[in-house]
């Protein structure tokens, strides 16, 4: 049974979370996606070797059709605790994601651990306790599943939520020349160890590490305006963490979500770009080839709590008690962000494609916008407003595919298809689908006639 409460893992902030959403969902893990192509999945039982993961993981990857080579993985990295491990189960079908990981030629990935809700979370998000073998081991059976074997050696692109912030950081300390970017929310490694919680190590700082750029992402009220309750200890983790790796040169900068605790909010607006301009400067040409390093001369910088960011060369203070931003593009949409989270977008999304028609029902494919993600479909028959089939997200801004948690879309997954209960019986009609993001902007209409 779910026990509903949250516990701490001291000051990292790592939670078990017990989420009334997420409470009848229960092991063994059993309500799986279809994993047909270009999806693909491994399983693995637990270890009962000391030093292997002592958990069962699924490991869930999408591989955009029609890429040849890969040239790196995003990895979507959920928290700790049944529900949010559970939600794990949906990370690579997350459509927004998708856009990121296309863009770069590279695949999408998301585990998904079976850890019982009383179990100690650090088995697994601690990547020391063998989820980095087992991550590793993952990649290279996709690799062979999929026909890319590739996936065993290419760069890695972390995204973690609350536990998996700690893990992504983890693998930074561990692997640092393999990954290229790497974004902590609500979780950071530390530095120190925990004499109360021997399960908690600390992490040795490498001087390579210094050089992957990293962002801390806490929400507000995990400390920075909200001082007590169960989430205060997230910030003193995270100023940690940052004066650590930031005091000695390090690329890591720091973005307080204004409007969340540790939920993830609209965070993805601004990690998913975040990401995509790291990944443009670090992949290289080509595989085998080391990541490139970051350029310096185009750094902006802002105080941590603060809200404008300067140049690198103009910045007032200290440069390392500064948060770090790769260039000014990224640096004013991080100035949008931690004031109302509102990261603006003016390009509308792709229009929707393969328009299909089967007796009354409507089908089609969509992209989503890389920027803003999909909010809704508007339909139309003959030209007039017929249908708006729109998304649910009680923790931000609504996505189509509805959002979890733990920021993955729900089960079951969302199919674009619309059934048109009033079609008039013996004449052609022309139905349009229309494509709109999170900011609600629209795409051409795609069109497609038929008769009934």
Known sequence: MIRRSFRFLCCVAVVLLALPELSAQQPPYDVFPDAAPPYYRVRYEPSTQPGELIFGVNYTIWIPPGVETLRGVVVHQHG?????????????????????????????????????????????????????????????????????????????????????????????????????????????????????????????????????????????????????????????????????????????????????????????????????????????KANGEPLKPMPTNTAWLAPITGDTAQPATKADGDANMLGWLPNETVARLWEQYVKDSAVADTTPPPAPTNVGIEGNRLTWHAEADLESGLASFLIERDGKPLAELAGKNPFGRPLFQNLQYSDTPALPLIRMQFTDENAEPGKTHTYGVIAVNTVGLKSTVSKKSASR
Request: proline fraction near 7%; glycine fraction near 12%; aromatic fraction near 8%.
């Open 80 to 284: 700790c605790g049944e529900g949010s491990c559970k939600s794990g189960l949906t990370g690579a079908f997350d459509l927004h994601w998708q856009a990121l990981a296309k863009k770069h030629y590279c695949a999408l990935l998301a585990p998904s651990y079976e850890q019982p809700q009383a179990a100690d979370c650090q088995m697994w998000c601690d990547p020391r306790n063998g989820s980095s073998a087992a991550f590793q081991k993952g990649l290279a059976d996709l690799g062979k599943q999929s026909g890319h074997p590739e996936l065993a050696t290419v760069p890695w692109a972390l995204w973690g939520h609350s536990g998996g912030g700690h893990w992504a950081g983890g693998m930074v300390m561990l692997h640092p020349e393999r990954v290229a970017a790497a974004w902590l929310r609500s979780g950071v490694p530390l530095f120190e160890a925990n004499p109360d919680r021997p399960t908690i190590k600390a992490h040795k700082l490498p001087e390579a590490a210094l050089g992957v750029p990293m962002m801390c992402n806490p929400g507000t009220k995990e400390g920075v305006t909200v001082k007590d309750g169960r989430f205060a200890m997230v910030w003193p983790a995270n100023e940690t963490f940052f004066n650590t790796v930031r005091g000695k040169g390090g690329l890591v900068g720091v973005a307080v979500d204004p409007l969340t605790a540790h939920e993830c909010g609209n965070r993805r607006y601004l990690a998913i770009r975040w990401l995509d301009t790291c990944l443009s400067l670090r992949l290289p």
